[in-house]
Nanobody, 115 residues
């Protein structure tokens, strides 16, 4: 069983920054890809950013130029979030997809952007 533990959420003012981290119970290079999703109240969960085993990254249009997904070490993936907006407020979830297409989720971390 894969464990994913997110950290780094919190309350930040508009224009501020946060860095989310996802610690995996095994090497992240064993996964096909890893990503960050978010879900705001009353909305569907959406993919925010993704990084493949080869290092290719994908971002939803609304965060391009502001968010950066990266692999910090063999067991940690991070999401650097800059120029945060109120509409970025959501619960952020770490996701890992195995080469057999199994998906694993973290418990989520709340990000609130408000003055």
């Amino acid at each position: 069983q894969v464990q994913l533990v997110e950290s780094g959420g919190g309350l930040v003012q508009p224009g501020g920054s946060l860095r989310l981290s996802c610690a995996a119970s095994r090497s992240i290079f064993s996964f096909y890809d890893m990503g960050w999703y978010r879900q705001a109240p009353g909305r569907q969960r959406e993919l925010v950013a993704d990084i493949t085993g080869g290092g290719a990254t994908t971002y939803v249009d609304s965060v391009k130029g502001r968010f950066t997904i990266s692999r910090d070490n063999a067991k940690t993936v991070s999401l650097q979030m800059n120029s945060l907006k109120p509409e970025d407020t959501a619960v952020y979830y770490c996701n890992a997809r195995s080469r057999q297409a199994a998906q694993f989720w973290g418990q989520g971390t709340q990000v609130t952007v408000s003055s």
